[in-house]
């Protein structure tokens, strides 16, 4: 069974910073994308913040550019997202995001975490 369990969210003033940790456990093959994702209301659609493909290359939203930077742990099957200047439009609960193939037999699936509260206010 894949778990992706996160932690790092919480309460920061504007201005500040914050790291958030993805790490996947449990039997599986091999991680293809790692993304990151956010929800800023109950019922609003989640959106993409920050993603890393299999080759390391990045892309971001245009809203946290310059702010936010994904990187990863191959080894220890691990996604970070370091937020930096977070603004109070930042707060959202944020979403790891991995499509892993669990057995190797090339059909990949999506995986997500629990979520974690980021809350960014003076």
């Known amino acids: 069974q894949v778990q992706l369990v996160e932690s790092g969210g919480g309460l920061v003033q504007p201005g500040g910073s914050l790291r958030l940790s993805c790490a996947a456990s449990g039997n599986f093959f091999s991680i293809y994308d790692m993304d990151w994702y956010r929800r800023q209301a109950p019922g609003k659609q989640r959106e993409l913040v920050a993603q890393i493909a299999t080759g390391g290359g990045t892309d971001y939203a245009y809203s946290v550019r310059g702010r936010f930077t994904i990187s990863r742990d191959t080894v220890k099957n691990m996604v970070f997202l370091q937020m930096n200047s977070l603004k109070p439009e930042d707060t959202a609960v944020y979403y790891c995001?991995?499509?892993?193939?669990?057995?190797?037999?090339?059909?990949?699936?999506?995986?997500w975490g629990q979520g974690t509260q980021v809350t960014v206010s003076s």
């Open positions: 995001y991995m499509r892993i193939d669990p057995s190797g037999l090339g059909y990949p699936r999506d995986y």
